[in-house]
């Protein structure tokens, strides 16, 4: 059996995410599923491949801050409802990101 890999705590949300492949101009828009520190499970009508990079960008509460972390696909499952669910995993997030970050998931947690 396989164990966890995960490295932070996840909080379950429902955020909207704007996610398109490093270099590239076009916007599309998927779901977050989770959340953590280090990553997000996302899910959305669009393929992105094991290893693309992405930029993403998703509000978060209270402040209504938004974050810009780049992110690497390292997981993918094509389901039932015709939607992919992606792992990815932050490849970069601000020092202000970061601490904005910490703070939701924070407040997700009590």
Known sequence: MM???????RADVHLKVELSL?????KRYAFIRDLSEGGMCVTSFDN????SKVCSGF????REE????MATVIHSRYGNDAMY????KFDFLREREQETLKGFL???TK
Not at 85 to 88: Q, T, V
């Open 3 to 9: 164990g966890e890999r995960r490295q932070k705590p």
């Open 22 to 26: 490093a270099g590239d101009m076009e």
């Open 48 to 51: 992105y491949p094991i290893g």
């Open 59 to 62: 509000t978060v509460s209270p």
């Open 66 to 69: 938004k974050l810009f972390p």
């Open 85 to 88: 669910s992606y792992g990815l």
């Open 106 to 108: 924070a407040n997700k």
